[in-house]
């Protein structure tokens, strides 16, 4: 086999185990190598829990992400690799953890209130395929509940005007602010987006009726805040070791006429003291922020614990994105002394898709450096340099084993004795031989002249030095010619082994792609 062909083969086989880790294997390894549930670790866990899996800020995108029109080629593909890539993570890293129930915690789509009745509608399409949802919303028999989102349904200057969007968003995913009790810990979801919009309009004043209705209701189970919005934390607050990009700080803007809240990204510090005395919640789970970050919040129940999650989607600005498993005991018994510390979570991270772009990138560049530079001897190429090295070692240690040897030809040595009877040997130059002037003048003129030991019949080889002076000139266009060969010739193989590395693996990364994208 040729060393080309050698060359080819190596690289089909590195493509195509690059392919198969970054379209497969590297969804595998959440659920194989890298997280687990939570109530697994502990020292005694002899109760029985329930699995839940927690994901965020999915974002679907449409024609607001781009500011494109929605049959544009460049929104159609950058959809199908985002949609394809959250279903990987959703079936083959979240679902393999066979989860209880799956919670979802806001921003389904990216401009979900500015969307016409069709488009939203075929944004939902969309949405309830990549997380293989049936008609009951739920992720096939898994009981499913979902909070709102300001891309969901906007904040409360925009919800407070399209009240069509609040009704589309409530019949498809069911009451905004809503409890629901998972083992042995209730669950209280709250549209965040409406809580610090104008007290005096209905937005705002349904979600604090509702809470007021929690808190009048004593429970010994355990509770969990559910919202979109973060709850307030001062600027600059570290967000813990998960943290991938810089910390955001509290951004409020309000309608000049009706005090309704256009953008924020926080709960304003006076809304998240009062949810946490009224709720007096346990945990705190968000979205909302993009990135990770978990902190401790002081109100007069205690100190509450806070997770943001991360998005799921790679394409919202996080480069780590991730999702949670939250365990949640059956029962709490009655004289345990840290009920606040019956939950556990542990964050997982997803593949860094967009590292695994970028190494097919350089894996392209490698590749075609590699077809076009690597030589035809392959490595004996090297192992021939290594050989001239040697050869180049040896060569100039011999010759210094040489010079003395000559030094010694050129010299002999005398046997003198001192008065006290002791030898020493003298060393003493030999005359060199006396050339004859001929041989002296021929030698000088640069010609090579051979004679007979016997000095008869002389006979003499003259080599002129400068025969073939012009010789150089027409040797030059055949070599200009050979290395133009020797480029096309690179190239047109280059082009051919390209071929052949692309049809055997452009076929394993389409099966790959549309096999994690049919109906399952």
């Known amino acids: 086999m040729k060393q080309h062909h050698k060359l080819t083969v190596a690289l089909c086989l590195i493509w195509a185990a690059s392919i198969l880790y970054g379209e497969m294997f590297a969804f595998w390894v959440p659920p194989l190598f890298t997280c687990s549930w939570p109530h697994l670790h502990l020292p005694k866990s002899d109760g029985k829990f329930t699995k839940v899996a927690v994901v965020t800020d999915p974002q679907l995108m449409d024609k607001t992400s781009f ?19 959250m279903r990987r993570s959703f079936f083959q890293s979240v679902l393999p953890f066979k989860p209880d129930i799956v919670l979802f915690l806001g921003d389904y789509f990216d401009g979900g209130p500015f969307l016409q009745e069709e488009e939203w509608y075929e ?18 028999d898994i009981p499913t509940f979902y909070i709102p989102g300001n891309h969901d349904i906007g ?39 409406a809580i610090d919009g104008n007290p005096q309009k209905e937005l705002a004043l349904e979600v604090w009726k509702f809470v007021q209705n929690v808190s009048s209701d004593a429970t010994s189970h355990p509770r969990v805040l559910l919202t979109h919005i973060p709850l307030y934390r001062p600027d600059q607050t570290p967000c813990g070791p998960h943290r991938t990009s810089s910390v955001i700080d509290q951004r409020l803007w309000r309608h000049f006429q009706d005090q309704e809240v256009m953008y924020q990204n926080y709960i304003t510090t006076e809304s998240s003291k009062k949810l946490l005395e009224l709720i007096k919640p346990t945990l705190v789970l968000s979205g909302h922020d993009h990135d990770q970050c978990t902190l401790t919040h002081k109100s007069e129940a205690g100190s509450v614990t806070e997770h943001t999650l991360g998005t799921i989607s790679w394409q919202q600005g996080n480069l780590y994105p991730s999702f949670m498993l939250l365990s949640v005991p059956n029962a709490i018994h009655q004289n345990s002394s840290d009920v606040d510390n019956v939950l556990h979570t542990q964050l997982c991270f997803l593949p860094r898709q967009l590292f695994i772009y970028i190494w097919y990138l350089s894996l392209f560049a490698l590749t075609l450096l590699a077809l076009l530079l690597w030589p035809n001897h392959g490595i004996i190429f090297l192992n021939n340099a290594a050989e001239c090295v040697s ?36 060393k003493k130059v ?20 051979m004679r007979s030991a016997a000095r008869k019949n002389e006979i003499e080889i003259v080599m002129d030095s400068n025969v073939g002076a012009g010789v150089s000139d027409p040797l030059m266009r055949p070599a200009s010619k050979s290395k133009t060969r020797l480029v096309i010739q690179r190239v047109v193989r280059t082009i051919m082994m390209s071929i052949v590395i692309a049809a055997f693996n452009v076929p394993i990364y389409m099966m790959l792609l549309f096999k994690d994208w049919v109906e399952k």
């Open 67 to 85: 500011r494109l029109s929605s049959k544009t080629l460049a929104l159609e593909v950058a959809q199908f690799y985002t949609d394809v890539n």
């Open 123 to 140: 944004s939902l399409s969309r949405f309830k395929h990549v997380f293989g949802l049936n008609s009951q919303g739920q992720a096939g």
């Open 155 to 193: 904040y409360s200057r925009v919800a407070s005007h399209k009240l069509d969007v609040i009704n589309r968003y409530e019949k498809e995913f069911g009451s905004r602010n809503r409890r629901f009790v998972i083992g042995s810990t209730e669950f209280i979801s709250i549209d965040a987006q």
């Open 391 to 426: 050869n180049l070692v040896k060569l100039s240690f011999l010759s210094g084993v040489t010079k003395e040897k000559n030094e010694d030809e050129n010299c002999e040595y005398e046997m003198v004795w001192d008065a006290e009877g002791s030898m020493h040997l003298v």
């Open 430 to 449: 030999l005359q060199a031989p006396v050339k004859r002037q001929n041989d002296k003048a021929l030698v000088e003129r640069g010609n090579a002249v």
